[in-house]
């Protein structure tokens, strides 16, 4: 029964990006998206998020494998005032989608904490 859902709902989403997007949109976006990096211009990576000063929520899914929870944790070991809050899911990806109410309360619990 999920699988079905899961293929219908992927489906859905195709045909949306299909209807919105041309193919040559779609390559270019992918493509910037994939040549992006934070610390071109600014000494590398750790030394660009070395300069964000406000205090930074990270929230990572701990099955999403196209943004490992290594990632996330290299954010905020990075970022002065870096948190992170790991969300456990079975859905990888598609937590960041799913699991709203779990980000919807640390993203509450963590303004809460800067008042």
Not at 61 to 87: C, H, M, R, W, Y
Not at 97 to 104: A, T, V, Y
Request: charged share 25%; proline share 1%; aromatic share 14%.
């Amino acid at each position: 029964m999920f699988a079905e859902r899961a293929c219908s709902y992927q489906r859905y989403q195709g045909e949306k990006l299909r209807d919105r997007f041309d193919a040559y949109s779609y390559y270019y976006l992918t493509k910037s998206i994939d040549s992006h990096n934070t610390g071109r211009g600014r000494g590398g990576v750790c030394k660009a998020l070395s300069t964000i000063s406000a205090n930074t929520l990270i929230i990572g899914i701990d099955s999403d494998v196209l943004f490992p929870i290594e990632e996330q944790k290299f954010l905020a070991d990075n970022i002065k005032e870096g948190n992170l809050e790991v969300i456990s899911s079975n859905f990888g990806h598609d937590g960041f989608l799913l699991e709203w109410q779990s980000i919807e309360n640390r993203i509450k619990k963590y303004i809460k904490f800067l008042d």
